[in-house]
Nanobody, 125 residues
Framework: QAQLVESGGGSVQTGGSLRLSCAHSGYTESSYCMGWFRQFPGKAREEVARIVIDGKTTYAEPVKGRFTISQDITKNILYLQMNNLTPGDTAMYYC???????????????????WGQGTQVTVSS
């Protein structure tokens, strides 16, 4: 059974760093777009960073220049390096996998997105 298991969350002070990991099984790089999302209390989940078609990376504007998404294909681990954290980054962080399909070109099918259980990140001032 395919799984996504996040780890690495915790509490840090403003300006600190954390590296989140998502160990996954059943989601190969060639067949899935991988990404990180976060959810603030009372809000919908929002995209943080993704690795999409042809390995292209995308970042949400608030994290550009501070967060880096990467993956170790040999170990099936997705990472999110988070630097210069602020209290505004405090949220539950989720790993996600979208199957790659092809219809007039490759795309990530977000409607079939699978989620991990999440890991909490708390940044204090």
């Amino acid at each position: 059974q395919a799984q996504l298991v996040e780890s690495g969350g915790g509490s840090v002070q403003t300006g600190g760093s954390l590296r989140l990991s998502c160990a996954h099984s059943g989601y190969t790089e060639s067949s899935y777009c991988m990404g990180w999302f976060r959810q603030f209390p009372g809000k919908a989940r929002e995209e943080v960073a993704r690795i999409v078609i042809d390995g292209k990376t995308t970042y949400a504007e608030p994290v550009k220049g501070r967060f880096t998404i990467s993956q170790d294909i040999t170990k099936n681990i997705l990472y999110l390096q988070m630097n210069n954290l602020t209290p505004g980054d405090t949220a539950m962080y989720y790993c996600a996998a979208d199957p790659k399909l092809s219809f007039f070109g490759p795309y990530c099918r977000e409607q079939e997105r699978a989620w991990g259980q999440g890991t909490q990140v708390t940044v204090s001032s």
